[in-house]
DNA sequence: TGTACATCAGTGAACGCGCGTTCACTGATGTAC
DNA sequence: TGTACATCAGTGAACGCGCGTTCACTGATGTAC
């Protein structure tokens, strides 16, 4: 790995092959959507032969898995970015969610990737998982704050966790295949509505049982 | 169709052959699964031509989405059926969500199909947008009784329905995917957890702003 | 400093797959007269 | 009551597609001596 991105067209060695390939499937991804998305159409675009990315990657799941963790690395990122400056526990907590759903909303395929089918057997790409973890552990952290923060207990923290995940979750899932369901109260102004249910789902979490 | 269903193997026309290609697909789905369903398959295991099916459904969509919409009807039945007797209004909100979690895990592969991208332009289908939308309803319904119940204002009852259709679809969908996510939280006990959940989301949403 | 050789990262042809759909057809049914 | 004919619901062969993957290969690189 000496000359690592040396070269550039000449040579018969790639030399950063893996990186390129992702970013290339991803780009692909955000623009033609899941179902375009084969290894040959990014061997395609990456200008190698369609064999190629098979030294890289096992099989296709392979690829797929290191594009969904590419995904769950920049989603933490933009969760722990837009909590920066925010002190209220509250306030973090709506933060962290509502910044779930508006990175879902700017990149819905690539959001169905990270959490559909497309990729069986998850837990079996350590890579995938850990930036998977890593970004769930965001929220999970700013839940317990907030509930140290109104009731000095965070016992039920996880699955107090879980709520606010289900919340996040099926509202993205919703807004992002909008003919799915509800037309109606969906029309405009998405993430006021999201942030009115957010609250509802917030207030309930701190109830003391 | 005078004589529907009267011969059953020896005549040339089948004479149900609609329902039957419906019910043998939603079989096929069930044990093996989205991938598995395809026109042919369902040909064959119905005992008929590949392309016979070609003349009772708007291509593979089609069928798709007779399908989906019987899970509809089924599921409004299922949600129907659980609240009868029941009279408290919380407690029917919280059964028919319940309701909803348990014939999600029931029916994995058909839960999928009913809500995901398989099925594109759902609303073009009148049967399957009537089924869903009459199954929604049940929930709809709950929540503005619940609300009139505990507040006397069932003014943003739209919100609150999707606030409430949030938490079980997302839901649903984490356990019908358990590889998902958190695998810690949900090793167990997985409606009792539900519950728990669900009641934050009650409480949540019978809060005065 | 030079050489032999293992290893790695590419190539390109080809296989085999199941699929949705088109096509021209034929058997059965129902209706008009 | 009988006949002609349109229409409907089946058949089966075939097309064309893009895909993931296997295979034998070759060019380039790095390392041992």
Redesign the pocket.
């Known amino acids: 790995?000496?000359?690592v991105k040396a070269?550039e067209k000449t040579?018969?060695?790639?030399?950063?092959?893996?990186d390129a390939l992702v970013e290339e499937g991803m780009s692909l991804l955000e623009t033609e959507g899941l179902k375009?998305?084969?290894?040959?159409?990014v061997?395609r675009h990456t200008?190698?032969?369609?064999?190629?990315p098979?030294?890289?990657f096992a099989?296709?799941?392979g690829l797929l898995a290191a594009i969904a963790a590419l995904g769950f690395r920049r989603l933490f990122e933009y969760r722990t970015a837009a909590l920066k400056n925010k002190r209220d526990p509250r306030v973090r907590l709506m933060t962290v969610m509502l910044a779930y759903l508006e990175f879902a909303k700017a990149h819905p395929s690539l959001f169905y990737l990270m959490h559909g089918p497309e990729i069986p057997e998850k837990t079996t790409f350590p890579e995938l998982d850990e930036a998977a973890t890593r970004s769930y552990s965001v929220l999970e952290t700013c839940v317990a704050e907030y509930l140290q923060a109104t009731e000095g207990s965070a016992e039920c923290s996880r699955e107090a966790t879980l709520a606010a995940w289900t919340a996040c979750y099926g509202l993205a899932v919703i807004l992002t295949s909008p003919q799915n369901t509800p037309r109606m109260v969906l029309r405009r102004d998405q993430m006021g509505i999201a942030e009115k249910i957010f609250e509802m789902f917030i207030h309930g979490l701190a109830q003391k049982d």
Do not use: D, P
């Open positions: 790995m000496s000359r070269a040579s018969y060695h790639h030399g950063n092959l893996r375009a998305l084969s290894l040959r159409e061997a200008g190698v032969s369609q064999t190629a098979l030294h890289h099989g296709k799941t």
